[in-house]
């Protein structure tokens, strides 16, 4: 049982933290974006759009892009702002529902089928992450 729970922890250590969910945004996009934590200290958003391909052929699209306004101390769990001010979770889900947003777009996948397949996908980048942190202080 012992062994089970530190199994559990370490595993749990290489995801990714979910900081906010918002349905009210000014990316493009109806649908709801998602803001994660990332073990390399930045914070990732992402979230589903269509694309058209051809005439009347459309297909969903999930955008990976980095908040380039804060930065994420995964151990602490603290939101910090660009200019080193540590803001609140409450603050920051008002913050990303502003127009005024500084992103970047890191990649778009059209072979992920839905937020569920996303999600474990940067929890797969997340694991990755962790890894090259641990090897840069070995």
């Known amino acids: 049982m012992y062994f089970s729970a530190i199994k559990y922890l370490q595993i749990m250590e290489n995801k990714t933290r979910l900081l906010c969910k ?10 709801p974006v998602y803001f994660y934590g990332m073990p390399n200290g930045r ?3 992402f979230y589903a759009r269509f694309s058209e391909i051809h005439l009347n052929y459309s297909v969903l699209e999930f955008v990976f892009a980095v908040h380039e ?3 994420y101390d995964y151990e602490s769990g603290k939101i910090i702002a660009y200019g080193y001010k540590e803001t609140r979770l409450s603050d920051y889900a008002e ?3 502003s127009p005024d947003q500084r992103i970047r777009i890191m990649n778009v996948y059209q072979f992920l089928e839905s937020y569920a ?3 474990v996908f940067l929890n797969t980048k997340a694991q990755i992450m962790r890894r090259n942190l641990e090897m840069e202080f070995v």
């Not at 918002?22 to 649908?31: A, I, K, P, R, V």
């Open 95 to 97: 913050i990303v529902n």
């Open 69 to 71: 306004d804060f930065t």
């Open 22 to 31: 918002s349905q009210l945004t000014y990316f493009s996009t109806d649908m």
């Open 43 to 45: 914070i990732f958003c």
């Open 117 to 119: 397949d996303a999600q």
